[in-house]
């Protein structure tokens, strides 16, 4: 059974290999970077010799960048449109944050078990980012965590387990107790200002605006805020400036720091997918 993997990172092309290793015949279109082209898989540039055949196309996390497919591993625009053209209702098409619907059409990175792999490389590219940008060590730092849900929580279990001093805000009542049965400090946004005003760096997890004017107010000039989230984020870039604070957008971090682990998870996750609507090897 063939399958098409159109679009995305290096996590794709270890995500490929394992496909490969499982029987299947894996296509990939969008990935001109020779770098990718040593996974034992087929690459093509001709979109619709990747449909051909196809029983499913595999597209990346998230779907879209800039209004075009997601393809940082080629130096080509491709429309989202032109892959969706070979819907013809039978064809299975996974992605993450899929721009349409359809009984043919899954958006994988809703389900939880993705979502639970892709914390564990999110939040441990975080904290590689915080130890660049703090001028002291994550032992002792003080470091507000906004947002408990898989990667704030997974994130303040690394951040104590490196000796800092995490203070956790959740709107979520059940979020703020377990984090403090886990031996943080919790609180609510309405108490927000006071891990705020001694914070040595802000991880946010949310994706809404959750920083505002009030919030920058508060913070340290020079404080980094490590935003997780997805776009538009927690903050707003012109805002940060104009109270001094550094925002640091990091996404994708799975793809860039652990894409063996981030190819292996989507692998787990889009296998029982596939098994389930019959596409098998």
């Not at 001028?135 to 994130?155: K, P």
């Amino acid at each position: 059974m063939q399958i098409c993997i159109a679009g995305g990172d290096m996590r794709a092309v270890f995500m490929a290999k394992l496909f490969a290793k499982s029987g299947y015949r894996c296509v990939m279109f969008g990935f001109d970077n020779t770098a990718c082209q040593k996974s034992g898989v087929e690459f093509t540039k001709d979109i619709a010799h990747g449909m051909q055949n196809s029983a499913a196309v595999i597209l990346p996390y998230p779907c879209k960048k800039d209004g075009f497919l997601n393809t940082p591993c080629s130096g080509r625009r491709i429309e989202t449109d032109s892959v969706f053209a070979f819907d013809d209702g039978k064809r299975l098409f996974l992605g993450g944050g899929l721009p349409y619907k359809g009984e043919n059409v899954i958006d994988y990175s809703a389900h939880e078990d993705f979502l639970w792999y892709n914390a564990v490389p999110t939040a441990e590219g975080a904290v590689a980012i915080a130890m660049e940008e703090l001028d002291t060590t994550v032992y002792g730092a003080e470091i507000t965590v906004v947002g408990y849900g898989r990667i704030g929580s997974y994130l303040t279990h690394i951040l104590q387990g490196l000796g800092a001093k995490v203070t956790v805000v959740a709107r979520n009542r059940k979020s703020r107790a377990s984090a403090e049965v886990l031996g943080a400090f919790a609180v609510g946004f309405e108490e927000i200002e006071a891990p705020l005003s001694c914070a040595d760096l802000v991880f946010n997890t949310v994706p809404a605006k959750v920083i505002s004017h009030r919030e920058l107010k508060i913070l340290p000039s020079g404080t980094a805020i490590i935003d997780l989230a997805s776009l538009p984020g927690g903050a707003d870039e012109k805002e940060c400036l104009q109270y001094g604070i550094k925002l640091i957008r990091a996404l994708g971090l799975p793809g860039r720091v652990a894409p063996a682990f981030a190819g292996e998870a989507l692998f787990k996750t889009i296998l029982p997918i596939l098994k389930s609507r019959g596409i098998t090897p």
